[in-house]
């Protein structure tokens, strides 16, 4: 389920009735920011990497999260003084992925156009967009201010490792998780606070600062999914998945006293007769 309202699309199609539902329940239990703010928050975020002529690094999904942080932060430049930073995409599948949103905006919110005289919904024309493995090294040589988009969005793997090598033991510099971190992964012991982490075997020390902006996700937090659930009619069992069990016992609970419907939450190699 997609986080609504979003910037580029239209909102999920509600279902109008149907025997069985398998759902997600990522965010069974939370409640995400107001989207309305989340533009201001961002901005806040920039400026204060831009006061202390630090970098500002963001791991994010390829497809979607980074085209609604492209749209944001073009928001961002066309009511502030974008000579600098500089933004960097250092994602070659971003790249792609962007191109595509570019190709077919008919597919985006009806209006977006309008709201963006240019075309440039993503402020590609700003951006320096690294495809190479040596464009992306180069990148922190650049002089600060700088904010750059990698991936992965968890921090697994990927090109954002490269960078946070450089910059994590740097008091100076901000990560900013705009993502779903799953439990295990750099992303989510970073977000719950790990003051040393290894990346590629090596100990460093966390002294960047860790924020996160949970709209962003792609997923629909909890009120959103009992909202689009409850509208289904004729359902006699909903399956909870995608989701860690704590989350998906939250959502389970409340579905059962709002709809007063059978939830199941199935386990590996679970079988259910229909």
Not at 193 to 203: A, M, P, Q, S, T
Not at 244 to 260: A, C, F, N, P
Request: proline share 4%.
């Amino acid at each position: 389920m997609g986080n609504t309202p979003s910037e580029l699309l239209d909102p999920p199609a509600f279902v109008q009735e149907a025997d069985y539902v398998i759902c997600e329940s990522t965010y069974g239990s939370r409640v995400h920011e107001d989207i309305s703010k989340r533009q201001a928050k961002l901005t806040e975020i920039i400026v204060a990497t831009i006061a202390k002529n630090g970098v500002l690094m963001i791991p994010s999904f390829a497809i979607e999260r980074t085209q609604e942080l492209l749209h944001d932060i073009e928001h961002f430049c066309n009511t502030a003084n974008c000579a600098i930073p500089t933004f960097y995409l250092d994602s070659p599948l971003a790249e792609k992925v962007t191109a595509v949103f570019e190709k077919y905006p008919e597919y985006l919110k009806p209006g977006l156009l309008k709201d963006h005289e240019d075309g440039d919904i993503f402020g590609v024309k700003r951006l320096k967009v690294t495809s190479s493995a040596k464009e992306s090294q180069e990148i922190d040589s650049e002089a600060n201010p700088k904010i750059i988009i990698a991936g992965s969005g968890m921090m697994n793997g990927g090109r954002i490792l490269f960078h946070l090598q450089k910059y994590i033991e740097d008091s100076n510099t901000a990560l900013l998780i705009v993502g779903y971190q799953a439990i295990g992964t750099l992303g989510r012991r970073l977000l719950e606070g790990e003051k040393e982490v290894k990346i590629f075997g090596k100990k460093y020390n966390v002294n960047t600062k860790v924020m996160a902006i949970g709209s962003y996700s792609a997923h629909a937090d909890g009120p959103q999914l009992l909202n689009w659930l409850s509208r289904i009619k004729g359902v006699k069992k909903i399956f909870l998945v995608h989701g860690e069990i704590t989350e998906s016992e939250v959502l389970g609970r409340k579905l059962r006293e709002t709809m007063h419907v059978d939830v199941e939450l199935p386990q590996l190699a679970e079988e259910f007769q229909l």
